[in-house]
Structures are given as C-alpha cells and as structure tokens.
C-alpha cells in the first residue's frame, strides 16, 4: 500500500511538473514567434496554474498552513497597496491590465504570487542550509533574485509599469526586507513542504522571466 501511494505521489509530482514547463514553455515560444497579446493575457491562469499546483503538491492542507498562505498574502497586498497608493517603499509604479482583478491599483494576484513564492523560496532555503538566519536570507535573496529579471518582463506584458521605465534601487531592497521578515515567520514556524516541487516551480519562473530578460535587455 505505502508502495503504490509512493507511486501515486511520484506521478502527482512529474504530472504537475510537466504543466509547468509545458505552460511556460509555451509562453516562451509563443511570444517570440510574434502573438505575445494572446499569450500575454493568460498570465493570470497561468499564475493561478501554478498556485493551484503548489496547493496540490506542498502540499497546503492544513489550518496552519492556511492560515499562514493568509498572511503572507495579506502582508503582499499591504506592502503593494503602500507601494502603488503612496508612491512609498518600492518607488513610484503603477500595475497594468494583465493581472486581473485589483482592489485600489493592487492586483489581488500579486498577493497570490508573494504567498506562493514564500512558500516555494522557504523550502528551498530550508534545504540548503540548518542555520536560521542563513535560511531567512537565503529565502529573501531567491525572491529578490526572481524580482530583477521579473521587472525587464513586467512593462512588456503590462503587468506594472515603474516611473521613468526602471525599478529603483530602493524596489529591491523594499522586496528583500518585506521578503526577510516573510521567511522568519516562515522557518520560525517550520513550515514543511515538498521540495521538488518548489525547486521546479521556482525555476520554471526563473528560466521565463530570465528568457524575457536576456531577449528583451542584452
């Protein structure tokens, strides 16, 4: 019996792989072959793909990490929301259409993304190192590495626009300081997940947005 959930579990994992690269992949190739509009405006399925793939495979089932999913994504939120509404802590941006729906300027996908990059950058990071202050840093330097090649690709697919066309220094060290505190509350309360997955959820992201930037900005 323990052999065939094994089995089952190992088929759920390089199922939910093969979605996203195969979805991202996609996106890759479909806009460098000229129909970017029509791929540009499933970001947000894609975006909920994936949130719905790591619920599936961390997997998110408990009260605990419920509600810590809400918090990460209520924290996200806030900080955009400052962000977009002051012109505070990240520079003065705007988000465009290809997020879709927003509460005052601030998609309620980007809450998404933050809690699902927490969750994913956190296990990674607890992989790596035992040290609690090595695995918070680790953590927060994997999602401020994503963010930089991010903001090349953000503009182009309209999913936020800084003032004057490039992210401020002070963007990336709003993002490495919201994402520190993010990840002590996350190895503070030893959140568990699956590894692989988050490994190939985050690299997924990284060879997108990393794609986009070497085509569009070397």
Same mark, same amino acid.
């Given at each position: *019996?323990?052999?065939?959930?094994? $089995? ?8 939910? +792989? ?11 190739? !479909?806009?460098? =072959? #000229? ?19 790591? +619920? %599936? ?8 990490? %419920? /509600? ?7 924290? /996200? =939120?806030?900080?955009?929301?400052? /962000? ?11 988000? !465009? ?7 005052? #300027?601030?998609?309620? @996908?980007? #809450?998404?993304?933050?809690?699902? @990059? ?7 990071? #607890? ?11 680790? !953590?927060?330097?994997? *999602? ?5 090649? =991010? ?8 999913? %936020? ?13 709003? %993002?490495? /300081? ?9 190895? $503070? ?17 990284? =060879? ?11």
């Amino acid at each position: *019996m323990k052999k065939e959930l094994s $089995k089952l579990l190992r088929y759920k994992l390089h199922f939910s +792989i093969f979605l996203l690269v195969l979805f991202h992949a996609s996106a890759m190739i !479909g806009v460098s =072959m #000229g129909y970017k509009e029509w791929f540009v405006s499933k970001t947000p399925f894609t975006l909920l793909l994936s949130s719905v793939l790591l +619920i %599936w495979n961390y997997p998110i089932n408990s009260p605990k990490k %419920w /509600g810590f999913a809400g918090f990460f994504f209520f924290i /996200g =939120m806030l900080a955009e929301w400052i /962000g977009v509404s002051r012109g505070w802590l990240f520079g003065e941006y705007a988000y !465009g259409e290809n997020m879709g729906p927003k509460f005052d #300027g601030v998609p309620y @996908l980007i #809450g998404v993304f933050w809690a699902v @990059l927490v969750f994913v950058t956190g296990s990674i990071a #607890g992989k790596l190192s035992q040290n609690l202050f090595v695995k918070i840093f680790l !953590g927060a330097f994997l *999602m401020v590495f994503l963010d930089y090649f =991010m903001e090349t690709a953000a503009p182009i697919f309209d999913f %936020w626009t800084f003032k004057g066309g490039v992210a401020p220094l002070e963007n990336y060290l709003t %993002w490495f /300081g919201v994402a520190f505190f993010l990840h002590f509350i996350f190895q $503070k309360f030893d959140l568990k997940g699956n590894f692989r997955f988050s490994l190939a959820l985050y690299l997924t992201q990284l =060879m997108f947005f990393g794609y986009f930037y070497f085509l569009y900005s070397v």
